[in-house]
């Protein structure tokens, strides 16, 4: 059910011209860019002047490497089979090295595990979903 009363209407035409120069606005579009115009100056130097442009990028969880993360337990599961597998970030570091993505070790754990073997390359392996407990 909808919450509009049941005398609701869309506004005419002209109700919509009425209401845009009330609020102070035409009423007609301007026209947008081309595809092959370039955006204006301050478009620019809006994103520049954004704080959010001097910020540092955050690295998720599974595209961290080893050493920088400060756990002691990692957790990646498959989101197809529901299979957890857990390892320490010690032995994590003496098995694949501290330079290691925590992805591509994640993705390893699982994959040597894995139980939904098709055959078929586009099939095969698990979906993993990285955690640091």
Same mark, same amino acid.
């Given at each position: ?10 506004? =005419?035409?002209?109700?919509? /011209?009425?209401?845009?120069?009330? !609020? @102070? ?6 026209? @947008? ?8 100056? /301050?478009? #620019? ?12 990028? &955050? &690295?998720? @969880?599974?595209?961290?490497?080893? *050493?920088?993360? !400060? ?6 599961? *498959?989101?197809? *089979? ?14 694949? @090295?501290?330079?290691?993505? #925590? ?9 040597? =595990?894995? =139980?939904?073997? =098709? ?6 392996? *698990? #979906?993993?979903?990285?955690? &640091?407990?």
């Amino acid at each position: 059910m909808s919450d509009r009363p049941a005398s609701w209407r869309m506004p =005419t035409h002209k109700q919509m /011209e009425k209401i845009a120069a009330a !609020a @102070g606005r035409s009423a007609e579009a301007k026209p @947008g860019l081309a595809p092959n115009q370039d955006l204006p100056a /301050e478009y #620019w130097q809006a994103l520049l002047n954004d704080p959010r442009a001097q910020a540092e990028p &955050v &690295v998720s @969880g599974e595209a961290k490497r080893l *050493c920088q993360i !400060a756990r002691h337990i990692l957790r990646v599961s *498959c989101r197809r *089979c529901a299979r957890t597998v857990e390892i320490q970030t010690a032995d994590a570091v003496r098995l694949y @090295g501290a330079d290691a993505s #925590w992805r591509n070790v994640g993705q390893r754990l699982l994959d040597n =595990t894995c =139980t939904q073997r =098709t055959g078929r390359h586009e099939e095969d392996g *698990c #979906w993993p979903s990285f955690d &640091v407990a």
